[in-house]
């Protein structure tokens, strides 16, 4: 059973360009998050999405960023415009949601952006 | 809103011997789940040990073991017999039981483990 898959593993971006990171659950996970790590701190929550839904966006910046899940395909985090201050890694998780017990997250080896 | 602190920022232990990592919370919320994950150089973030605030029973995983407070908010790992393969940033995190399932970590901890 494959894990969770993010792709690119590294992203380099010039400032002004856009950034897209996309991310595959794991086989039968239908909710999933998404975090950014700057350098020497922890993981900081983004996003929690749903198949076609967002179900919580409070760690997410209020503009320059977004992030989808449709009914086909992977997790997509958008970032445009970039700026040096997106420079982090960027992991993702998935898991089973409320049916899973204790719906725990499974995390993906990370994106990690530069901004050049 | 829930926070982790993790006011060690290093660490270091002997091959073989026991270590202590801590971790203190703030919630006012009386039901949560608290993790503690591994990140190796890797960069993969593993989990190590989980403990539901319900279950008074410690969690204990093999060589890894918690001390969990509820009284105290205090919830620290110890990894016994350590191994090199320990060595690695230990992150621990917070989740509600109800509401978002959003993860909260606290800052993290590097752990080395001498030969």
């Known amino acids: 059973n494959a894990g969770v898959m993010q792709n690119p593993r590294h992203l380099v971006r010039r400032r002004g360009q856009e950034a897209r990171l996309r991310c595959s659950p794991m086989k039968g996970h239908s909710h999933v998050y998404w975090y950014r790590q700057l350098p020497e701190e922890g993981l900081k929550f983004m996003v929690y999405?749903?198949?076609?839904?967002?179900?919580?966006e409070s760690g997410m910046p209020k503009e320059r960023f977004s992030a989808e899940f449709p009914k086909e395909g992977p997790s997509i985090l958008r970032i445009q415009q970039v700026v040096r201050g997106d420079s982090a890694a960027y992991f993702c998780a998935s898991s089973l949601g409320r049916t899973g017990t204790p719906y725990e997250q499974y995390f993906g080896p990370g994106t990690r952006l530069t901004v050049t | 809103a829930q926070t982790v602190t993790q006011s060690q920022p290093e660490m270091s232990v002997q091959e073989a011997e026991t270590v202590t990592l801590s971790c203190t919370y703030d919630?006012?919320?009386?039901?949560?789940?608290l993790f503690w994950y591994k990140q190796p150089p890797s960069r993969q973030m593993i989990l190590v040990i989980r403990?539901?605030?319900?279950?008074?029973q410690n969690a204990t995983e093999n060589r890894f073991s918690v001390n969990f407070q509820k009284a105290a908010k205090s919830f620290s790992l110890k990894i016994s017999d350590s191994q090199l393969g320990d060595a690695a940033m230990y992150f621990c995190a917070y989740r509600s039981r109800g509401g978002s399932e959003k993860l909260v970590f606290g800052k993290g901890m590097k752990l080395t483990v001498n030969p």
């Open positions: 403990q539901e605030a319900y279950k008074q």
């Open positions: 999405l749903q198949k076609e839904n967002i179900i919580d």
């Open positions: 919630t006012s919320e009386s039901d949560y789940y």
